[in-house]
């Protein structure tokens, strides 16, 4: 079946920081994923989308990777803040054709420390 | 522009009810998705309405059941409570059509939060 993993359940990091968070998925590689950021006892918020033709997406401090030879999603958040702490949630379209909802990894819960 | 609403909020129910929760998209969008979110886990697919027409369920048994009405609103019904059914239910729309999941944004309400003891 298709998997989608999220390495880390956890990250803490100085403000000021590089955050990277890490998205593996497993079979064939999705023509889309896409990454949210859930505040606690809140619903999930989009972020960013990446097609598989685009190496990189930017959105002011965020940027995402896309590398289907290591069939990984790296996520970066420059210049932390405290305010970054969330959880953050990658999800793909499991089946090729695409007529399939988006399927979500566990989440990295992300602390910034001042 | 509203954004997706649900209701309730919080609810506790015992083992053996059933409970009903509500879902309003946002407006514009003409598909719903429903995800249960236990504690410390990922949002898990539960089923997806487009045109009031089931288009795609997860691994949920049958007492897991849902409908979609004209205005693209939404409810999850769920049968028979067990306490493994406590989480954090997530109702999400979205504008496309199913044939392109993968580059629908999903919109997220706040969720409901039930509780079965």
């Known amino acids: 079946s298709q998997k989608i993993e999220q390495n880390s359940e956890a990250l803490n990091i100085q403000e000021g920081k590089t955050a990277t968070l890490t998205c593996n998925y497993t079979n064939y590689s999705p023509a889309y994923l896409q990454w949210y950021r859930q505040d606690p006892g809140r619903g999930p918020v989009f972020l960013l989308l990446?097609?598989?033709?685009?190496k990189e997406k930017r959105k002011e401090r965020l940027k995402v990777t896309f590398d289907t030879t290591l069939k990984q999603s790296l996520f970066h958040i420059t210049a932390s803040q405290p305010a970054d702490s969330a959880t953050y949630l990658c999800?793909?379209?499991?089946?090729?054709?695409?007529?399939?909802?988006?399927?979500f990894g566990k989440g990295t819960r992300l602390s910034v420390i001042a | 522009e509203t954004g997706v609403t649900q209701s309730p909020t919080h609810l506790i129910k015992t083992r053996g009810q059933q409970v009903t929760l509500r879902c309003s998209s946002q407006s514009g969008h003409n598909t719903v998705s429903w995800y249960q979110q236990a504690l410390g886990q990922g949002p898990q697919f539960i089923f997806q309405y487009y045109r009031e027409e089931e288009n795609g369920r997860g691994n949920f048994p049958p007492r897991f059941s849902g409908l979609q009405f004209p205005n693209y609103s939404s409810e999850l019904n769920v049968n028979a409570l067990e306490l493994d059914d406590s989480a954090l239910y997530l109702c999400?729309?979205?504008?496309?059509?199913?044939?392109?999941?993968?580059?629908?944004?999903?919109?997220f309400g706040a969720g409901s939060r039930l509780t079965v003891l």
């Open positions: 999800a793909r379209a499991p089946d090729p054709s695409g007529n399939t909802p988006l399927v």
């Open positions: 999400a729309s979205s504008s496309g059509t199913p044939a392109s999941s993968g580059a629908n944004v999903l919109t």
């Open positions: 990446i097609r598989e033709n685009e």
